[in-house]
């Protein structure tokens, strides 16, 4: 996921870290030959990269893992509507219908926390 780098700094082994508006740090080593970041060096150079946007990896993760327990939550609440649906006699059209409308009772900000 795309976030702006609002400032830097450094950490304990005195590389500098990207400070991105979700909170998140991300690395910006200048390490040649493997990482060429000559800019990281100087303040002028990190300045002059506020607000270009990194991928944050932990928020790409975060958005995994929700969306993750959305699905999980969308299949169990399928799953047992159908079910039930079929055990107080409804026919395949009804069952379905029963289990789209379980949709609606799903409480997201439970799932998601």
């Known amino acids: 996921m795309k ?4 400032g830097y700094h450094t950490d304990a082994e005195n590389h500098w870290v990207a ?4 909170g998140h740090g991300q690395h910006v080593r200048n ?3 493997w990482t060429e970041r000559p800019w ?15 991928n944050c990896v932990r928020c790409d993760e975060f958005a995994r893992k929700v969306a993750e327990a959305v699905i999980k939550a969308c299949r169990e609440s399928l799953v047992a509507a159908y079910e039930d649906g079929g055990t107080s006699g409804l ?12 949709l609606r009772s799903i409480n997201l900000s ?3 926390c």
């Open 19 to 22: 400070e991105l508006e979700c």
């Open 91 to 102: 026919c395949a059209e009804g069952r379905w219908e029963m289990a789209l409308d379980s």
């Open 40 to 54: 990281v060096t100087t303040e002028e150079g990190r300045e002059s990269r506020l607000g270009e946007e990194l």
């Open 31 to 33: 390490d040649p030959p």
């Open 3 to 6: 976030r702006k780098v609002v």
């Open 110 to 112: 439970k799932v998601i």
